[in-house]
């Protein structure tokens, strides 16, 4: 099966960095992605991650541990418009896509 | 060139009717999968639909039914709504290929039942 958890919220200072953790249980593990969703928006792809290690994506980066099963996602020099839910998603070797609950990032002036 | 689209983009229903709702997936994909997002929780997966079969399927009753077109296009159906359904319906499009494809999701279908 497939479980993954994340905070449910989490604040920030507008220039500052905020990291987002997330832990995952999947069976054929093919994968962590992270979306970010605007309130009443659609998701929006920000990264993915199948090797262990760190992707850099200009203020963007996510981080992949398979072995503890964990992942992070690190936003640098907050904006008021990283303002969003952040989706930590594992992909199955089956094509399921699993979501976490999101994490409610609020970027304070 | 069009991203993927949804319709209705709102609508409401009663307990006990039953409701289509329409996905066309981005230009170039052929996977389509359906989510259900309650408020303030992350999407929950329903379904999803290859060369017109569905060939995964999350925790959800038979209620739940859908269906994909020779283009691609998909439908859900939900029988006998119940309130707990009330939900924005969320239809992602991925492209052809093995391995982890980025899911391209449309705006939604944002779904009351009274």
């Known amino acids: 099966g497939q479980n993954i958890d994340q905070p449910t919220e989490m604040t920030a200072t507008e220039g500052a960095i905020v990291q987002i953790n997330c832990t995952y249980q999947?069976?054929?593990?093919?994968?962590l992605f992270w979306y970010q969703q605007h309130a009443g928006e659609a998701p929006t792809f920000l990264s993915y991650n199948v090797l262990d290690g760190l992707e850099e994506k200009g203020r963007f980066s996510s981080f992949l541990s398979r072995s503890k099963g964990y992942s992070y996602l690190l936003l640098k020099e907050l904006q008021m418009k990283d303002s969003a839910s952040y989706l930590c998603g594992s992909y199955n070797q089956g094509g399921k896509l699993i979501f976490g609950q999101g994490t409610e990032l609020s970027v304070k002036p | 060139d069009a991203g993927v689209t949804q319709s209705p983009t709102h609508l409401i229903k009663t307990r006990g009717q039953q409701v289509t709702l329409r996905c066309s997936p981005k230009s170039g994909h052929d996977t389509v999968s359906w989510y259900q997002q309650a408020l303030g929780q992350g999407p929950q997966f329903i379904f999803q639909?290859?060369?017109?079969?569905?060939?995964q399927r999350g925790n959800f009753p038979d209620r739940f039914s859908g269906h994909q077109f020779p283009n691609y296009s998909s439908e859900l159906n939900v029988n006998a709504l119940l309130l707990g359904d009330s939900a924005l319906y969320l239809c992602a499009s991925s492209p052809p290929g093995s391995g982890a494809n980025v899911l391209t999701f449309g705006a939604g279908s944002r779904l009351t039942v009274l």
């Open positions: 999947t069976s054929g593990f093919n994968g």
């Open positions: 639909y290859y060369e017109e079969e569905e060939r």
